[in-house]
């Protein structure tokens, strides 16, 4: 049985329809890149799994369990972190206070503490008073990797987590990865950057206008069914 | 000049219970940036809660003020679960028209309950009590004592913002309550927890409230104004700010009254449209907002 099924997703902004009947079904252990066009619904789909726009109960299943419609607290609590676009730091909280504020409600029974975040990133450690947003973009988007760590998810959401970084940043970043997946963590990467979504995931689904068009492994899928996928006719 | 002395330092105490008045105030725009026109009842509220326990039940003092603090915490704690979570959204109109109505309906209550007729909490001999500071200053050991318990509970308010997960929490979804819910927050829950503190921390001015002078029913709306300037002029957002401006508020009127009693009131309001000329956010306004 799949970790987390979406079963013919919709989803609404008022009257605006963003997602169209979306079926997907994520295993555990597995590295997903959802990638699209600006617009295309990546974040959305992330947005509805974790809570933060409705849906109906059974079009989200996470452990067998209908959670579409809960509230994103609940779900955060059985299991499902977000790392949000825009990295979204707490300014008024510390680079550690950041970090230990993603482990109050819920700290699993993993690997992920304060230490191993630092040595995941070890850079921060070192910036651990300084308020959040004093800290590089790069700095800060670890920060956000490691504040959703910091509750050992069974599943890690991440939206857009290259967007606005040098390439050689993005590069540290990415090199986390390994590390994430090695604790049996099943990571879904929304990215506007193919290569690098590509680079790391071991299934992919591309959104255009809110619709699945296509889906499968990296390996299998020829760069013109993705640029097709991808940008449409 | 020790007459000007004199009527600063009264107005420094003074100050001490505008900061009391205005910290529950502070804290709960600080953290879910509700203005709560009915917090100045609420007050008065509180201290016909600790005047019903001492005189109904005959109860001593003190044990009446942990009882109806603990009674208080549950008020705001329920208001705010059951009523005024429901109103917090973009629009900022909801809850001041809630709270507008919260307000009647509290004056209302407490008169038909209590009648118009003034009361206060006794404090026996303390009421009267004094220091002398020597060069024919003195200072009243209920003042005094009002201004240690402001400086007290802005201290504690600290801490629990700043040591605490639970104020690590208030912060977040002071900044960011949507992410904050990412990270399992459940904002109703903890806006609710904010507005039992801030009704404690309301418990504790209106027990000063009582001791310093009369009250009635219908005196929350001025307390609400003086908690207001408060907040303002010392920047909203920071809980010392607050008590800075509760002393500029009181200093001003200790002033204004030793010139004419009439002037008492309206130089604290003075005070507080010059300090809006000069510092518009405040002058203690948080860094971040």
């Known amino acids: ?233 | 000049m020790a007459s000007g002395i004199d009527i600063v330092l009264q107005g420094v105490l003074l100050g001490g219970l505008y900061g009391l008045f205005a910290a529950g105030l502070s804290l709960i725009f600080g953290v879910m940036r509700l203005v709560n026109l009915a917090h100045g009842d609420l007050i008065v509220l509180a201290a016909f809660a600790i005047l019903a326990l001492v005189n109904g039940l005959g109860w001593p003092l003190p044990l009446a003020v942990v009882v109806a603090a603990a009674a208080m915490f549950v008020v705001g704690y329920v208001l705010q679960y059951v009523v005024l979570n429901r109103t917090l959204g973009r629009d900022i109109l909801p809850p001041l028209l809630l709270t507008f109505g919260l307000s009647i309906f509290i004056q209302n209550g407490l008169l038909e309950a209590f009648t118009a007729d003034s009361r206060r909490l006794s404090a026996g001999d303390l009421e009267t009590a004094s220091i002398a500071l020597g060069g024919g200053l003195a200072v009243g050991v209920v003042p005094l004592l009002t201004f240690a318990t402001a400086v007290a509970v802005i201290v504690a308010l600290n801490q629990i913002f700043y040591r605490t997960a639970m104020g690590r929490a208030f912060r977040a979804v002071s900044d960011d309550p949507v992410t904050a819910q990412l990270m399992g927050i459940d904002n109703r829950r903890l806006f609710a927890l904010a507005m039992g503190i801030a009704m404690v921390v309301a418990t504790i001015a209106a027990l000063f409230l009582g001791i310093r002078a009369n009250f009635d029913p219908s005196i929350g709306p001025a307390r609400l104004i003086f908690a207001f300037e408060a907040v303002i002029i010392g920047g909203l957002g920071s809980l010392w700010g607050t008590l800075a401006g509760g002393i500029v508020l009181g200093v001003a009127q200790t002033v204004g009254a030793s010139i004419s009693p009439e002037w008492q009131l309206l130089a604290g309001h003075l005070a507080f449209l010059a300090v809006l000329l000069v510092r518009p956010r405040g002058f203690f306004p948080r860094a971040i907002d």
């Open chain 1, 1 to 233: 049985m799949a970790l987390l099924e979406t079963r013919e997703l919709s989803a609404f902004y008022g009257d605006f329809q963003a997602l169209f009947g979306i079926s997907m079904a994520f295993e555990a252990g597995d590295t997903v890149a959802v990638i699209g066009a600006n617009g295309a619904g990546k974040s959305t789909l992330l947005k509805t799994i974790c809570g933060l726009v409705a849906t109906r109960p059974d079009a989200v299943v996470f452990d067998g369990r209908p959670i579409g419609g809960l509230r994103a607290a609940q779900i955060m609590q059985l299991g499902i972190a977000m790392t949000p676009e825009g990295r979204k730091l707490f300014p008024s909280l510390t680079v550690e206070e950041n970090l230990l504020i993603g482990a109050d409600r819920r700290k699993g029974s993993g690997y992920w503490r304060l230490e191993t975040v630092y040595e995941l990133f070890p850079g921060l450690e070192a910036r651990r008073t300084a308020a959040a947003t004093a800290l590089s973009g790069g700095q800060q988007q670890m920060v956000a990797i490691g504040r959703a760590l910091m509750s050992n998810p069974r599943l890690l959401l991440c939206d857009e987590i290259s967007l606005g970084l040098a390439p050689v940043v993005i590069k540290d970043i990415y090199a986390a990865m390994p590390a994430i997946r090695a604790q049996g963590t099943t990571v879904v990467i929304v990215e506007q950057d193919i290569v690098q979504a590509l680079a790391v995931a071991n299934r992919v689904y591309c959104l255009q206008e809110g619709r699945v068009t296509l889906q499968g492994a990296p390996a299998e899928l020829s760069r013109e069914a993705i640029h097709e996928a991808y940008f449409g006719h």
